[in-house]
């Protein structure tokens, strides 16, 4: 396995890839997928779009090397999601040193299958081997399944805040590395 890979139980983390962008583009496209995080009818974005988005994560990752996006692949090297982090010092109000910001969402019809949980586990074993101490998500009050997911895997609850992008509450919630 190429050694940017990272292996979970039953899914891998590999860095985003240009021919990613098509998977990406359908991800952020479906509306169900994307509502929790402002864009209830999708992000809309076209071919071009994505192409620039790429074009500056390649810039931030090999200059800065503050982020990383992974594809999520099933045990079949099938892409079912995307996973990311990016060094924060001020998280929507919450601070901390060796903080990372994370986020994870998979393709709908791979919900359910304790898939996320796997990926999840395995980028905050990753992120505490690289460092990090503290990793953050913000996920919508309304989320029940990413509030679970962040709930089983021990992050606790922080501040509540409202965000204008969602029109909705939403909540900091952290995981800190203990030892
Ligand atoms: C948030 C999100 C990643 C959670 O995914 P998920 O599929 O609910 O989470 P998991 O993969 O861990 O699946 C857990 C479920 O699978 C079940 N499951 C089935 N097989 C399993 C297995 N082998 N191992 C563990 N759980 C398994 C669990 O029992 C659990 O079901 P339950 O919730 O009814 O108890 C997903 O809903 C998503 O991508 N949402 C859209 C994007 C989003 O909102 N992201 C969060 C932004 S903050």
Redesign the pocket.
């Known amino acids: 396995m190429t050694k940017d890979f990272v292996k979970g139980e039953r899914i891998v983390l590999r860095p985003t890839s240009r021919q990613d962008l098509s998977f990406l583009q359908g991800l952020w496209n479906d509306g169900e997928?994307?509502r929790?995080?402002g864009y209830p009818q999708g992000l809309g974005i076209d071919g071009q779009g994505a192409w620039r988005w790429f074009q500056l994560l390649e810039e931030h990752r090999y200059r800065d090397r503050d982020r990383q996006h992974w594809i999520v692949e099933n045990e079949s090297g099938r892409p079912i999601?995307e996973a990311f982090y990016k060094l924060e010092q001020d998280y929507c109000g919450y601070k901390a040193s060796k903080m990372a910001g994370i986020?994870?969402?998979?393709a709908r019809k791979?919900?359910?299958?304790?898939?996320?949980?796997?990926a999840l586990r395995t980028l905050v074993r990753y992120l505490f081997t690289q460092g990090f101490r503290v990793l953050v998500?913000?996920?919508s009050l309304a989320?029940e399944?990413?509030l679970?997911?962040y709930d089983?895997l021990g992050f606790e609850p922080k501040h509540r805040f409202w965000a204008e992008e969602t029109k909705a509450e939403h909540q900091v919630w952290a995981l800190t590395n203990t030892l």
Do not use: E, H, I
Request: hydrophobic share 45%.
């Open positions: 997928v994307m929790y995080v999601g986020d994870l969402k998979l791979f919900w359910g299958r304790g898939y996320a949980s796997d998500v913000s996920p989320n399944a990413a679970t997911l089983r």
